[in-house]
């Protein structure tokens, strides 16, 4: 619970700081091209897979959270965890080259049914 209650700390005092957004920073098809690769596997765009792997990583570990808390959504991620970055990557890119709808929305969602697709949790 205390750990509840520093977390709702941290998050009002970062909103009340935050300036407020008017777009998304990573649209579905700014993710796509920092996740792009080349024939060989090279990226196409210089540190683009580190910042591709970081976002998606990111993401993973906000749902970690949201799963700690019981506060998960219907969208239930289970990535075991011998699963590399480079392996979810992978899953990402794929999902995002074959579901354009997400290009111009917030990446964030695209990455999460792209992990849903690939990890979904058993019951």
Request: contains cysteine.
């Given at each position: 619970?205390?750990i509840?209650?520093?977390?709702?700390?941290?998050?009002?005092?970062?909103?009340?700081?935050?300036?407020?957004?008017?777009?998304?920073?990573?649209?579905?098809?700014?993710?796509?091209?920092?996740?792009?690769?080349?024939?060989?596997?090279?990226?196409?765009?210089?540190?683009?897979?580190?910042?591709?792997?970081?976002?998606?990583n990111?993401?993973?570990?906000?749902?970690?959270?949201?799963?700690?808390?019981?506060?998960?959504?219907?969208?239930?991620?289970?990535?075991?965890?011998?699963?590399?970055?480079?392996?979810?990557?992978?899953?990402?890119?794929?999902?995002?080259?074959?579901?354009?709808?997400?290009?111009?929305?917030?990446?964030?969602?695209?990455?999460?049914?792209?992990?849903?697709?690939?990890?979904?949790?058993?019951?």
């Amino acid at each position: 619970m205390r750990i509840l209650i520093i977390m709702m700390a941290v998050l009002a005092t970062f909103c009340a700081a935050a300036p407020r957004a008017h777009a998304a920073k990573f649209s579905g098809a700014y993710l796509l091209e920092l996740c792009s690769m080349d024939e060989k596997g090279n990226e196409l765009v210089k540190g683009g897979h580190t910042a591709c792997q970081a976002y998606i990583n990111g993401v993973l570990d906000y749902h970690s959270v949201l799963q700690s808390l019981k506060i998960a959504p219907k969208v239930d991620i289970c990535v075991p965890s011998d699963i590399s970055s480079n392996q979810l990557h992978a899953a990402v890119l794929k999902y995002l080259q074959t579901n354009k709808q997400h290009d111009g929305f917030i990446a964030a969602p695209a990455v999460t049914m792209a992990l849903y697709q690939a990890y979904p949790c058993r019951r």
